[in-house]
């Protein structure tokens, strides 16, 4: 497999078959982390792994807190409201997703069409909770002062990561939302206090006969993000 085919390839996994990820396997995929460039070498991931025993506890204690409706506490804050061209990115998107994995027309006035709209968003939602039922998921850390040029640096090494898993039969997801309980996963895991848990890369071997892993991604055509000037 070659880099463009890898980068080409890779979609997001929100659903695994029941398989364990080895420890050595994990190892080689986050290694890829390390090649990444980051600000004057600074090299600021640190990355925790909860699978097995573990992540089930994290699983159960995640749904414990989401159905007594605790508050989500993630390490980062949420855009509360997105510019025009990324919330319209988005609501194209989850527009496809609907059709494609769930066979939901979102626009529908129907009002059974509109429960089974609202159900498939609390599934979602769950799913999440569960960390998509992965056998492990991948916590990228950094210290708690570092700001954006660091999440620059993290970003890069996550996305060797996910080419990395893919490359060796692997699937990811990148999910906010796996991090809302950051003191749950520092309590569990012995993340130190002075780190920030950035959110979660649930990774597995993906179910290939899952609905939610129909969909591909829409992606802008390269004419419409680049400007060369000579
Ligand atoms: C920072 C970040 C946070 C994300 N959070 C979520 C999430 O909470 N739930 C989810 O289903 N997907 C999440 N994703 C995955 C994106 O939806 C996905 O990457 C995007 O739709 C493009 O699809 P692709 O990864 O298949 O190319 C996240 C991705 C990133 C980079």
Same mark, same amino acid.
């Given at each position: ?11 997001? =996994?929100?659903?695994?078959? /029941?398989?364990? =990820? ?6 080689? =995929? ?12 600074? *090299?600021?991931?640190?990355?925790? =792994? ?13 749904? *414990?807190? /989401? $159905? ?6 993630? @390490? ?21 997703? &609907? ?10 006035? @129907?009002?059974?069409? %509109? ?17 998509? @039922?992965?056998? $492990? ?18 970003? $890069?090494?996550?996305?060797?990561? %996910? ?16 991090? &809302?309980?950051?003191?749950? #996963? ?8 002075? #780190? ?9 071997? !993906?179910?290939?006969?899952? &609905?939610?892993? *129909?969909? !591909? ?14």
């Amino acid at each position: 497999m070659n880099v463009m085919e890898a980068i080409e390839g890779r979609h997001s =996994v929100r659903a695994f078959i /029941d398989k364990d =990820v080895s420890d050595e396997l994990l190892t080689k =995929v986050v290694s890829a982390a390390t090649c990444a460039p980051s600000w004057a070498c600074t *090299r600021p991931w640190i990355y925790y =792994v909860a699978a097995g025993d573990k992540l089930k506890k994290i699983r159960e204690e995640y749904l *414990r807190l /989401d $159905a007594e409706g605790v508050e989500k506490n993630n @390490d980062l804050f949420t855009m509360p409201k997105w510019p025009e061209r990324e919330n319209n990115n988005q609501l194209e998107w989850g527009r496809q997703r &609907c059709r494609v994995q769930w066979n939901i027309d979102p626009n529908s006035t @129907d009002p059974a069409e %509109q429960a089974r709209f609202a159900e498939i968003r609390k599934h979602m939602r769950e799913m999440s909770t569960r960390f998509f @039922d992965a056998p $492990a998921v991948i916590f990228p850390c950094m210290d708690k002062s570092l700001h954006n040029w660091a999440l620059y640096d993290m970003g $890069a090494a996550s996305m060797n990561i %996910q080419l990395a898993a893919y490359e060796n039969g692997l699937g990811c997801i990148t999910a906010y939302h796996m991090g &809302c309980y950051p003191d749950v #996963l520092r309590r569990e895991l012995g993340i130190p206090g002075n #780190l920030a848990v950035l959110l979660g890369i649930a990774i597995g071997y !993906k179910d290939e006969e899952s &609905c939610e892993n *129909r969909d !591909k991604a829409v992606r802008t055509p390269v004419n419409e993000i680049l400007t060369i000037v000579r």
